[in-house]
């Protein structure tokens, strides 16, 4: 018979841990909030460099598991590859800025200022624009994925960040007619994407070739992997510290941000499905496509969201909720593709 197969301690109760981070950093806001201004001031080049450090140590262990060397795999099988990239970066981020729109400036105009939805919808829209790196592999993992193509389809998306995250935002929130300071854009894609990237690629060939790939993979891997989630719950704290007096004055925003973002996941996830099974993917490769494109890296959306509009603004609130949201609603679809396997 065989093994189940389980998601880790930390990832399985991530929702848990944000929403105690988030209960944890309302309350420091809100007893200490004061005390605690001059870590916001804390800044260069517009990035808060406490929130920078933690980010990057967010996002450095997962690029240490990017493999260029499968690169060399893309034309074996290309019609996986295809479907990611149409609906990470031609569908994605522009049904994102549509949903965000419709409820942050229609919807729910009589509870938000325009002011405020244009902030809300420019968080949205960098949590569209970013596909996930990450916690992909963890829903491959659960639906039988090939973790072999799935690695080639992250390993293509993060390449794919470095040149089409900044104009793809630019445009949106060009759209949403909010002002795009682009230095600090680009400055947070080299910070938080680029640096990350080649540290990880050096750092995995360096100990491959001093320790062996089994070594790197079964035990440094796993062992630096709680690191990510911890630089994550800190980062959450802080963060919720100082949005805890705006959320205390108005509980219910959490809520109405999560919905647009939960129906984009959701929508998402069945263009990505369905499409898959026209084109014939065997569900090895169509499941971990789908998840793609339905999970974010909320990682550098959180960063970027601060870089750009700040600790406090609502933009970095729309980015930490969608951390909050997206794995209740992923395992829900983990547990939908592994119903409807064929």
């Not at 808060?48 to 893309?74: E, G, R």
Request: charged share 10%.
């Amino acid at each position: 018979m065989a093994q189940k197969k389980r998601i880790g301690f930390f990832e399985k109760y991530l929702t848990i841990w944000v929403a105690l981070c988030i209960a944890g950093g309302i309350a420091i806001g809100h007893f200490i909030g004061d005390s605690m201004q001059f870590l916001s001031q804390m800044e260069m080049f517009n990035v808060n460099i406490p929130v920078a450090i933690l980010i990057w140590l967010m996002i450095y262990p997962m690029m240490l598991q990017v493999d260029f060397s499968s690169l060399k795999d893309v034309g074996k099988k290309p019609k996986g590859l295809i479907l990611t990239l149409v609906v990470n970066w031609l569908i994605k981020p522009f049904t994102m800025a549509f949903f965000a729109w419709i409820f942050f400036s229609k919807l729910y105009g009589a509870f938000i200022e325009p002011e405020l939805a244009d902030e809300y919808i420019a968080g949205a829209i960098l949590l569209g624009a970013a596909p996930c790196t990450a916690m992909v592999f963890v829903w491959s993992y659960l639906t039988n994925g090939d973790p072999n193509y799935t690695l080639l389809q992250v390993s293509v998306n993060d390449l794919i960040i470095l040149v089409a995250f900044v104009p793809i935002v630019g445009l949106l929130l060009g759209i949403t007619n909010i002002q795009i300071p682009y230095d600090t854009l680009v400055a947070s894609i080299i910070i938080f994407v680029v640096i990350p990237l080649v540290a990880g690629y050096i750092t995995h060939k360096l100990l491959v070739r001093i320790k062996g790939e089994e070594w790197f993979k079964i035990e440094f891997l796993p062992k630096l992997k709680p690191v990510s989630i911890i630089a994550l719950l800190v980062t959450l704290v802080l963060l919720f510290a100082f949005q805890g007096i705006n959320i205390l004055n108005n509980p219910f925003i959490i809520l109405l941000i999560a919905v647009p973002l939960i129906i984009q996941t959701y929508f998402i996830f069945f263009i990505a499905w369905f499409g898959g099974k026209k084109l014939n993917l065997p569900h090895n490769i169509n499941s971990p496509a789908a998840m793609i494109g339905a999970s974010n890296f909320f990682e550098l959306a959180v960063a970027v969201a601060i870089a750009l509009f700040g600790l406090q603004s609502p933009a970095a609130l729309v980015t930490v909720v969608g951390v909050l949201v997206e794995v209740p609603v992923m395992l829900s679809l983990v547990a939908l593709a592994n119903k409807w396997k064929y």
